[in-house]
């Protein structure tokens, strides 16, 4: 089954210990994402790979690093967490990297509680 | 990224009546896309659009990418207990490095009652 699978789905954790968030998806595709929901701001792109070693920001980059070293796997990394990364996140992903005719696919979500 | 100004913020409808949400932005867009969330999921691609003023159908629901490329539509049909959910618009643009950008509303809660 054509999936994209992030884990944890849950986690509650303390200011400052580092996490990550892994993020896989079994469709051999190029483009991979990663997002954040807060209630009444929709989903905010955080950052974005359109292949195996190649990442860029995206609109709320602050507080995150992400790494693409292998075309299946794009970690969300978090090496000093902060209570204003509470949120659920939300890893996507897409064939190729022009997007035309290519929509987003989805993860079930990540919800991050820093305290 | 470019705002997306999604309307209505929220709606609360009875079974069998029709629904109708709209994005608008100040950007054009090349795509836009209609995307539903249940809870605790993530969205669920619902409809896709390529072309200015495409009209398109998925069962009960159409869209509409808007003439100007910065606008598009959602409706839903005879709505049932199901559609509950929160609905998203999405733009997407390409960027300088080859790659692009997706650009979320804010979403629309729908509440549909038997």
């Known amino acids: 089954e054509a999936q994209v699978t992030q884990n944890p789905r849950y986690l509650i954790t303390v200011t400052g210990k580092k996490l990550t968030v892994t993020c896989s998806q079994n469709?051999?595709?190029?483009?991979m994402s990663w997002y954040r929901q807060d209630p009444g701001l929709g989903l905010r792109q955080i950052y974005y790979?359109?292949?195996?070693?190649?990442?860029d920001k995206g609109d709320v980059p602050e507080g995150y690093k992400v790494s693409r070293k292998e075309k299946r796997n794009f970690p969300l990394i978090l090496e000093s967490p902060s209570p204003n990364q509470t949120s659920l996140y939300f890893c996507?992903?897409?064939?190729?990297?022009?997007?035309?005719?290519?929509?987003?696919?989805f993860g079930d979500g990540t919800r991050l509680s820093i305290l | 990224g470019q705002q997306l100004n999604q309307s209505p913020q929220s709606m609360f409808i009875q079974e069998g009546e029709d629904v109708s949400m709209n994005c608008t932005s100040s950007?054009?867009?090349?795509?836009w896309l209609w995307y539903k969330q249940d809870p605790g999921e993530g969205p669920v691609l619902l409809i896709a659009?390529?072309?200015?003023?495409e009209l398109t159908s998925n069962g009960r629901l159409t869209a509409q990418f808007g003439i100007t490329r910065k606008d598009s539509f959602l409706n839903i049909s005879a709505s049932i207990p199901s559609d509950v959910g929160i609905y998203f618009c999405?733009?997407?643009?390409?960027?300088?490095?080859?790659?692009?950008?997706?650009?979320f509303g804010k979403g629309t809660s729908l509440l549909v009652t038997p």
């Open positions: 996507a992903s897409s064939p190729t990297t022009a997007g035309y005719n290519q929509p987003q696919h």
């Open positions: 469709m051999n595709h190029e483009y």
């Open positions: 790979s359109m292949n195996v070693e190649v990442t």
């Open positions: 950007s054009i867009f090349n795509t």
């Open positions: 659009l390529y072309k200015a003023g």
């Open positions: 999405a733009g997407q643009l390409p960027t300088s490095n080859s790659g692009y950008a997706l650009n």
